[in-house]
């Protein structure tokens, strides 16, 4: 079964730092899919970033990118230049291949706080 | 304007009454999937359907059940909470493709009392 690892249960970084959110993932599977999201208090997953387990480049959306290192399943969040709005939960997930169909496996989450 | 749309926002029922939760969506998307999540846990697949094929997880209880009587609308029903089913329900919607996101609505948080 698949598992997703995150390490850090919170963090507290000042405000335009740059912040990585660390994330291992375990599978068996060669076709899989690597994503993060981003919940603030109110409740709602946003999608940040995706990775596939094929892709050759790091994804890279904006102010997020995914330091994807394959060999050593890790699937790392940076934010650059963080702002308060970043505080918030964060979680990496993962798909498995097959149709695609399959729902996320999520990891435990880390809490990003940013300090003025 | 919203994509996922769940109501209630918030429901509190009592123990063992039964409660329905109810997702609609907008993007035509054919997967929709129910994910509980507890306080500070990640959140947990419950099933999903893709179009009118439910997929169940093996560890969800029976307690737990699900209709999608169309593509726009899905249901999860409880049918006997317990005080252990108090959690946030999220519902998500997708393409059904490995590189495809998952958009989420902004949940229900579920009170039993």
């Known amino acids: 079964a698949q598992k997703i690892t995150q390490t850090q249960p919170g963090m507290f970084v000042q405000e335009k730092e740059a912040v990585t959110l660390d994330c291992t993932y375990d599978?068996?599977?060669?076709?899989?899919?690597l994503f993060w999201y981003k919940q603030p208090s109110s409740g709602e997953m946003i999608f940040l970033i995706y990775q596939g387990s094929y892709d050759q480049q790091n994804a890279t959306e904006g102010r997020y990118s995914l330091n994807f290192q394959k060999a050593r399943k890790s699937a790392n969040l940076v934010i650059s230049a963080s702002q308060l709005g970043d505080s918030a939960m964060y979680f990496c997930a993962m798909r498995i291949g097959g149709g695609g169909a399959d729902g996320l496996t999520f990891g435990k989450g880390t809490h990003l706080i940013i300090q003025p | 304007d919203a994509m996922v749309i769940q109501n209630p926002r918030y429901q509190v029922t009592q123990f063992g009454k039964p409660v329905t939760l109810s997702c609609s969506q907008t993007l035509n998307h054919n997967v929709m999937y129910w994910y509980q999540q507890k306080s500070s846990q990640a959140p947990k697949l419950l099933f999903h359907y893709y179009d009118k094929d439910f997929n169940n997880e093996a560890d969800t209880p029976d307690n737990f059940q699900s209709r999608r009587p169309n593509t726009s609308f899905c249901f999860l029903d409880i049918r006997s909470p317990g005080l252990g089913d108090a959690a946030m329900y999220l519902c998500?919607?997708?393409?059904?493709?490995?590189?495809?996101?998952?958009?989420f609505g902004q949940g229900t948080r579920l009170t039993v009392v």
């Open positions: 998500a919607t997708s393409r059904g493709r490995m590189n495809t996101e998952a958009f």
């Open positions: 599978t068996s599977d060669p076709s899989y899919g």
